[in-house]
């Protein structure tokens, strides 16, 4: 009976996970498919063009090549303040850096409008700076950042960094060799994660670029949404091709990065594990010969004893 009520479990799981795919799925490939035939309205039956995809590549290119350079840029600016922010949080893990994590959560808590219209009432007289890409970059910062420190914190506390450090200090390395040489090879993997994140999210990122925006800071996101209320909806569904051409090569090769980088952890952690049972006989024998010499000089040291007592 156990069995069977296991079987049919696993074969309703399996219908669950396969239909919650066709759900998510379906309304990708019909925007696909929107973007790639002449009239939506027809459907495939009016043939199929590419038509769409160049008129957006004409009219919005732009926004694709500035929502790529922001988001590297917001990855750039994550690494730099998120990495040591972790590894200080890691090393302290007291009442005042947990205050400190919950802050930086805060971004993300809060809706996206509320925090661009915080960022707008504090640098918004600044008008160099309001009509700047520099403005959106510093609103997906806030947003991503937290990201970038969650992922790397749990790798930190996961391999106990305070013992690895204290074990480099011993050899004599200083603050910023145990950072480059023992931290950052150890939380690779979380910066890969963080990385996967903060690029995805600054990139799909709308709600609080809608509010950052202007007519010459459009991303894409915000060019999709324009081109599904202002243009046919043939152009709103090639515009969502070309993001999708834009975003699934960059998961594709960070996650075989993340992939890459698990492997080789892999390979190096084997010899490691097989070094003490090699070990192991040669432990056994010199144990038996220091338990041999030791019972050699003792008898040795009673004969003496002997000897000096019968004198």
Same mark, same amino acid.
């Given at each position: %009976?156990?069995?069977?009520? &296991?079987?049919?479990?696993?074969? /309703? ?10 759900? %998510? ?55 730099? /303040? ?10 302290? &893990?007291?009442? =005042? ?25 504090? #640098? ?5 700076? &309001? ?9 997906? =910062? ?40 023992? =931290? ?43 081109? #599904?209320?202002? %243009? ?6 090639? #515009?969502?091709?070309?993001?999708? =051409? ?66």
């Amino acid at each position: %009976m156990a069995p069977s009520r &296991r079987s049919a479990q696993y074969w /309703l799981q399996l219908a669950l996970t396969l239909a919650l795919c066709v759900f %998510m799925v379906i309304p990708v490939v019909l925007s696909v498919l929107a973007g790639l035939t002449n009239n939506i309205f027809v459907g495939l039956s009016s043939g199929l063009t590419t038509r769409w995809l160049v008129e957006v590549w004409s009219l919005y290119r732009g926004t694709i090549f500035l929502s790529l350079g922001i988001a590297l840029a917001c990855l750039a600016c994550t690494l730099v /303040l998120g990495v040591p922010a972790a590894y200080y949080m890691a090393l302290r &893990r007291n009442r =005042v850096t947990r205050i400190i994590e919950e802050l930086l959560m805060l971004p993300v808590a809060l809706p996206g409008l509320a925090t661009a219209l915080g960022l707008i009432l504090l #640098y918004g007289g600044w008008q160099s700076l &309001r009509t700047s890409w520099v403005f959106i970059l510093i609103g997906h =910062v806030l947003f991503t950042l937290p990201f970038m420190v969650r992922s790397v914190l749990a790798i930190l506390s996961a391999i106990d960094i305070r013992t690895l450090e204290d074990a480099a200090a011993s050899l004599g390395a200083t603050r910023l060799q145990r950072f480059f040489t023992v =931290v950052l090879p150890n939380c690779r993997q979380g910066i890969l994660a963080g990385a996967l994140m903060v690029v995805t999210l600054s990139v799909g990122e709308f709600n609080l670029t809608w509010m950052l925006h202007t007519p010459t800071t459009q991303t894409l996101p915000v060019g999709l949404a324009d081109s #599904y209320a202002s %243009m046919r909806l043939e152009i709103g569904s090639a #515009y969502t091709i070309v993001f999708f =051409v834009m975003i699934i090569p960059l998961l594709v090769v960070m996650q075989a990065m993340s992939a890459a980088g698990a492997r080789a952890r892999r390979h190096i952690a084997e010899p490691a594990i097989s070094e003490p049972t090699t070990a192991a006989p040669m432990t056994g024998s010199t144990s038996a010969a220091t338990n041999a010499a030791t019972n050699a000089t003792t008898g040795a040291t009673t004969k003496q004893n002997a000897e000096t007592r019968h004198a």
